[in-house]
């Protein structure tokens, strides 16, 4: 049981289940944590209120620090496949204080969205379906949401090669819709057929500095939420065919896809529904693909509306994999229970962590929707914060872990220690503007005060205060893990295998 809980030589039926799924499963599951369909019909409206025809500028702007920091992920993996991923690295690199808040703000991000993810997948759905009246439903809702939640989670536990394969379906479904509503879009912009104030694309979009500097950083506040989920990938190390390097690729890649699809959607959306009908529209939110459709597609609209359900489905699942191979990752290195680390031994899943994130999450969802829907999304709003938090402390190990090899080579210093430091920055940077505009009660969904501070930030502070209460009674109570010690490199490994 001791070998099972460090992680030092387990026997084959204590370890996860190595060479499981392959590059394109990887990247398959990293596209799919992001949600691109339901992440870029959450924020394409917002966006487009605070920066104008620029939105697509705005996504290429996005993506800079999201690049930096899997190049990150993809040399921290190199040198130690751990599917803990930031919480092995962190620790390596800066020790386990650092280590464990880096593994909490991790499995607390699933725990935050799951519930709303499957929310949304069931509301899409059911609209798709033209079951109106079951979606305006709440109790309706929520029962399907939490069936669903436990079938996702259910599908995770059973083999990650069986959630490859759902996920490599969901991909395809997602991307043809989306594909589909743009081309139709574009097509009518073109034919000077469409409802609303379309506008003929132009490449001046791209420029994210257009509208200025304050209406960009906070757009690129939003940036930050349609791009995370893509190191999903990474944390199927241990289950990934050559996973030293193919992990890291599929999340470098991952950004680099949903790049692509991002701007060509932003340019489909402005392009066909306009600014000012977008502005007017913000507060819809992930619903304005609903309005859109109908718009453009018009009896066809339940593509769009089955694209959304499906990334939204999708993401459930894949977001469940990071917090679940997080928690695993911390059991084994006695940071958690050792009940955490157990995995079954037909599955080779971590079934304990991922089931009891999917309960947390259930938990969650259903007391904040109980308080008011306003406080659940009020609660993904606080995602910001964890988000930024643990991709600045990637990028900053990465740089801190590496640093004695960083002047073997431009190319090193550039990739491995300039660039995620850049990036960890620019995500300091969002995090402190992140702060700044949550204390603001009107900057949040309720419009309500809590404490005198909006509820996202009360939130975040929260969920931060309660880590640092449950690692420092862990701390007191099994010492074993503050052990360990910082380290660096080891240039064989480093050096070893090439992309």
């Known amino acids: 049981m001791a070998d099972e809980i460090t992680g030092a030589g387990p026997p084959p039926s204590a370890s996860l289940k190595p060479d499981a799924i392959g590059f394109l499963d990887a990247l ?225 890649w991952s950004t680099v896809l949903l790049l692509v699809t991002y701007v060509a959607v932003a340019f489909a959306v402005v392009a066909y529904a306009g600014t000012a009908y977008l502005a007017e529209n913000a507060a819809e939110e992930e619903f304005i693909f609903a309005l859109l459709a109908e718009e453009a597609m018009g009896g066809w609209d339940w593509v769009v509306l089955l694209a959304v359900s499906t990334s939204a489905l999708a993401s459930t699942q894949t977001t469940i994999i990071p917090a679940s191979r997080t928690g695993l990752s911390m059991a084994r290195r006695h940071a958690l229970p050792a009940h955490f680390g157990r995995i079954h031994p037909r599955y080779r899943t971590p079934d304990v962590s991922t089931w009891w994130v999917a309960g947390i999450a259930i938990v969650w969802y259903l007391v904040l929707f109980h308080i008011s829907e306003n406080a659940l999304f009020d609660s993904l709003t606080a995602l910001s914060l964890l988000i930024a938090f643990y991709y600045a402390l990637t990028g900053l190990a990465c740089a801190v872990y590496y640093r004695r090899e960083l002047t073997r080579s431009v190319r090193d210093f550039l990739l491995i220690g300039l660039g995620p430091l850049v990036g960890a920055g620019l995500l300091a940077w969002l995090l402190v503007e992140s702060v700044s505009d949550m204390a603001d009660p009107a900057n949040s969904y309720s419009g309500v005060s809590w404490f005198g501070i909006g509820p996202p930030l009360v939130i975040g502070i929260g969920i931060a205060l309660t880590g640092v209460v449950l690692m420092v009674v862990w701390r007191l109570t099994a010492p074993a893990f503050w052990s360990e010690r910082p380290s660096t490199v080891d240039p064989a490994l480093m050096h070893g295998k090439e992309s």
């Not at 702007?61 to 690049?67: E, G, R, T």
Request: hydrophobic share 55%.
């Open 28 to 252: 398959v599951i990293g596209l799919n944590a992001t949600s691109p369909a339901y992440s870029v019909a959450a924020v394409i409206g917002p966006v487009v209120a605070l920066v104008g025809i620029y939105a697509p500028g705005v996504m290429v702007a996005s993506f800079v620090p999201m690049l930096l920091i899997a190049s990150a992920f993809y040399y921290l993996n190199k040198v130690d496949q751990d599917c803990g991923t930031t919480f092995s690295w962190v620790t390596r690199a800066m020790g386990p204080w650092a280590g464990w808040l880096g593994g909490w703000a991790i499995t607390m991000t699933g725990v935050l969205v799951v519930g709303s993810l499957a929310d949304v997948a069931v509301t899409f759905f059911l609209l798709a379906v033209g079951l109106d009246s079951w979606a305006d439903n709440d109790v309706v809702r929520q029962v399907l949401t939490v069936l669903l939640i436990l079938v996702m989670t259910a599908v995770c536990v059973i083999g990650i090669d069986v959630s490859a394969k759902v996920q490599n379906v969901l991909i395809l479904a997602q991307v043809a819709c989306l594909l589909a509503f743009a081309v139709v879009a574009l097509y009518r912009v073109y034919a000077d057929t469409g409802t609303l104030d379309s506008v003929e694309p132009k490449i001046s979009w791209l420029n994210p500095f257009g509208a200025g500097g304050a209406p960009l950083t906070s757009s690129l506040l939003l940036g930050v939420f349609i791009y995370w989920g893509w190191e999903s990938a990474v944390n199927l190390t241990e289950e990934v065919e050559d996973s030293a390097i193919a992990p890291g690729k599929a999340a470098v």
